[in-house]
């Protein structure tokens, strides 16, 4: 039972929503059986609903059903009467949670059953309800189009002549230009990552025909215009600065689960743009962090992912924006999640002391972080071996580069993680041994060094080379 959808979608609700799904199975109108209620207290009693132990089956029969000897098949049959009646439940909330949606639905109903006094006013108050909206996203289009159509459908019934195709034409061009920006946005993020390549349809003709007509003045679809634009014409810089208008301009149109995926889009922007050199494009991703954790755009489920936190982190660190990467880390770690914060807020102060040249106490917060996360610590034994170097501990330095080589081959670490820390480690091993008043070694070990690649903290080390 542990592992049944069940469980899984269970432990998803927060106290507001199990106090609504017991009123929802209290109601005979939703469920008629006992057994089903008593299966659903017995879960949020006492958080069993978080302990295995109390979710075998064996074990919560003779709750729901008691004095009766075990039934494997009553016992799956209540599991999946509440798990109906759950969905059931979801689907309810998510309707009520639209109310343009609901209107249309229910002018349906009443048009089906030819109540067409109640189906004209239910229309008016859809309309009244969508000019009302504060979204203006993908999904303000498909209810608008929803919307007309429905309305086109009831007026139909009565004439031939004036009835509103032309403004059903328009809804539906604009709910699939929108929507298809949308999708070909996330198509172009997959690609990057996945290395796939997607057909794309009418997408240059749909284009095309945005830049000739007047489009752009819907923010759903100008966001998602200039995003793909941005992506795919890098080099034209003005197509991200477009984007940034329209994020500032009309940031509110949209729910906070869409307008974190424009500014993740937005964000990967400007990672390529410094990828290819453009280093002024660290104070854009900046700027964009540092507004999506304030208004907590960039949050899922009121958490930070550790991989955001260090981004922002790292990001801040790299403008020297210390104060603000020192306050950041003291108000958000609550965020984190709890199973990841203590080693993370450990390895985000120990950058920052390292970047301000606190060895010591970037040293005391490494000893305290303990990861299974290779990759972070690897990061970890990068900045000690650096911190070594710089203190000139010689044989500190020594036993970690010896230490980091053989946790590099103890791992069963990817290649394309293995190669640049191993570079580093072979190459810093060279700059310690390096002759000081050998010109000729120096130069040439300065050489290998910029013609390695990957390489992190090449900089780093070339520094080291001319210092010495």
């Not at 009565?158 to 032309?166: C, I």
């Not at 650096?386 to 044989?395: A, Q, S, V, W």
């Not at 290998?448 to 992190?456: K, S, V, W």
């Amino acid at each position: 039972m542990k592992k049944s959808r069940l469980i899984h979608i269970l432990k998803t609700f927060n106290k507001k929503e199990v106090r609504e799904l017991r009123k929802w199975l209290q109601s005979p109108a939703h469920n008629q059986r006992e057994d089903v209620l008593h299966l659903f207290e017995y879960l949020f009693e006492k958080n069993h609903l978080e302990r295995d132990k109390y979710l075998e089956k064996e074990k919560v029969y003779p709750i729901v059903y008691p004095k009766e000897p075990y039934d494997d098949a009553k016992m799956r049959q209540a599991i999946h009467f509440l798990f109906k009646a759950v969905e059931g439940f979801l689907i309810y909330e998510e309707l009520k949670n639209d109310q343009v949606k609901s209107e249309i639905t229910l002018a349906r109903v009443y048009r089906k059953r030819s109540l067409h006094k109640l189906c004209e006013s239910t229309l008016k108050n859809a309309d009244a309800m969508q000019g009302k909206s504060v979204f203006r996203n993908v999904e303000f289009f498909r209810n608008d189009y929803q919307l007309q159509l429905e309305r086109y459908h009831y007026v139909a019934g009565f004439q031939r002549k004036d009835v509103n195709l032309q403004e059903v034409s328009n809804a539906l061009d604009s709910t699939y230009f929108a929507d298809k920006l949308q999708q070909s946005c996330f198509m172009l993020a997959h690609e990057a990552v996945y290395k796939k390549e997607y057909d794309k349809g009418l997408l240059k003709e749909i284009l095309e025909y945005i830049e000739k007509n007047d489009y752009l003045k819907y923010p759903a679809i100008a966001v998602y215009y200039y995003g793909f634009k941005a992506l795919t014409d890098r080099d034209e810089e003005h197509f991200f600065y477009s984007l940034k208008d329209e994020i500032d301009s009309f940031g509110g149109y949209f729910p906070f689960d869409e307008l974190r995926i424009i500014y993740l889009l937005s964000i990967n922007y400007c990672i390529n743009r410094v990828n290819t050199g453009k280093k002024s494009f660290y104070r854009e991703m900046f700027d964009l962090y540092k507004a999506g954790m304030e208004g907590k755009i960039l949050f899922e489920n009121d958490k930070v992912t550790r991989w955001t936190f260090l981004n922002v982190v790292t990001t801040g660190i790299l403008l020297k924006e210390y104060g603000w990467i020192e306050l950041f880390i003291e108000n958000y770690q609550e965020y984190l999640e709890e199973e990841h914060r203590e080693n993370i807020v450990h390895y985000s102060l120990a950058r920052l002391n390292f970047e301000k040249k606190n060895y010591d106490d970037a040293m005391r917060l490494l000893v305290q972080y303990d990861s299974d996360e290779i990759v972070m610590n690897l990061n970890a034994k990068l900045m000690l071996l650096k911190m070594y170097f710089e203190l000139d501990e010689i044989d500190a330095l020594s036993s970690a580069i010896d230490s980091t080589r053989a946790y590099l081959k103890r791992k069963k670490v990817m290649g394309y993680h293995k190669t640049p820390f191993t570079n580093f480690t072979s190459l810093l091993k060279k700059v310690m041994n390096v002759n000081p008043f050998d010109r000729a070694a120096k130069r040439n070990l300065k050489t290998e060094i910029e013609g390695t690649n990957p390489l992190p903290d090449k900089n780093w080390l070339l520094i080291q080379i001319d210092q010495l």
